[in-house]
């Protein structure tokens, strides 16, 4: 679904993206993982053509990132999430489904306010939204079009527990589908127990892409038993 081939993101003569490629597959929840500043915003952005990138390829879907035909097949959640301050939270849903031509688009609206305890905040409008709200807004229209793949860029900042345990069953249901996610986070935890695969990114290039197990033992020394220790030990500071 997606693959990224030599991506480099220069800012004058620094590259807060250093040539990485890499790829997703149908079905598969892959967390990007990284310090403050280790390239996976930016990644991130360049992908979803936020960002125009400096040299490589990006391919969703077999067709290039910025062709229509991709863009009908992603949604994408930034980290910091906008709303219209005018729009009320039903009324961002609604413009969601009439721009992607979502049918029957009321019934699922419902469910993912419900999902997100927005229901009696229905017609809050969006200057009256706390971040946590606007989080959980951003998160709904990003799953009413029903995209094939989605790119969350730090999904949890912001919500409250109870949110966070049901984004990470409706990854569950995602990758059940076959959809293919991408979730950029420097939060260790949200995505151990939920990830088929780990990319470790470090000032701008991808030191780890595998499964956990995998990573374990190739770089581990025994004494690395969690995501966390790992993710620790391969970003330090020489």
């Known amino acids: 679904m997606l693959a990224v081939e030599g991506l480099i993101k220069k800012y004058g003569k620094d590259r807060a993206v250093d040539n990485i490629s890499f790829t997703l597959e149908g079905g598969e929840l892959v967390g990007l993982l990284g310090p403050n500043g280790a390239g996976k915003s930016t990644t991130m952005k360049c992908i979803v053509g936020l960002l125009r990138k400096t040299a490589g390829d990006i391919k969703i879907g077999g067709h290039d990132h910025l062709n229509i035909a991709a863009k009908?097949?992603?949604?994408?959640?930034?980290?910091?999430?906008?709303?219209?301050?005018?729009?009320?939270?039903?009324?961002?849903?609604?413009?969601?489904?009439?721009?992607?031509?979502?049918?029957?688009w009321k019934e699922k609206a419902e469910s993912l306010m419900d999902t997100y305890d927005l229901t009696d905040?229905?017609?809050k409008l969006g200057r009256d939204l706390s971040k946590g709200m606007r989080q959980k807004v951003s998160i709904c229209c990003a799953l009413l079009p029903d995209p094939q793949i989605l790119f969350f860029d730090e999904p949890m900042i912001g919500l409250d527990p109870k949110a966070i345990k049901n984004t990470k069953k409706i990854f569950q249901t995602l990758k059940d589908n076959g959809k293919t996610i991408l979730v950029s986070t420097h939060l260790v935890d949200s995505v151990e127990t939920i990830a088929d695969r780990i990319m470790i990114m470090k000032a701008g290039k991808i030191?780890?892409?595998?499964?956990?197990?995998?990573?374990?033992?190739?770089?581990?020394?025994?004494?690395?038993?969690?995501?966390?220790d790992l993710f620790l030990e391969l970003t330090k500071d020489a």
Not at 86 to 93: D, R
């Open 72 to 104: 009908k097949l992603f949604s994408y959640i930034p980290e910091t999430p906008y709303v219209y301050d005018l729009l009320s939270v039903k009324e961002h849903l609604q413009f969601i489904a009439q721009a992607y031509d979502v049918k029957n």
């Open 121 to 123: 905040k229905a017609d």
């Open 207 to 228: 030191i780890g892409n595998d499964t956990l197990s995998n990573l374990k033992a190739t770089f581990a020394d025994g004494d690395l038993s969690s995501l966390e």
